[in-house]
């Protein structure tokens, strides 16, 4: 058997990365989202300044 191909290797964790970081996104703006609801301002400010608005 053929070892991988490091640029084989660095795809597929790319990959991973972007769905991961797709999927921790849409968490994280559901959270902030019903969080908002409840009132909670802090993690709305928050959320600002990670956006960088």
């Known amino acids: 058997m053929k070892r991988k191909r490091t640029s084989d ?3 597929q964790l790319g990959a ?3 769905e991961y970081t797709t999927l921790g996104v849409f968490v ?4 902030f ?3 908002d609801f409840l009132g909670n301002r802090v993690n709305e400010n928050a959320f600002g300044a990670i956006a960088g608005t």
């Open 9 to 11: 290797t660095r795809s």
């Open 16 to 18: 991973a990365m972007v």
């Open 33 to 35: 989202t019903s969080v």
């Open 28 to 31: 994280s703006l559901m959270l």
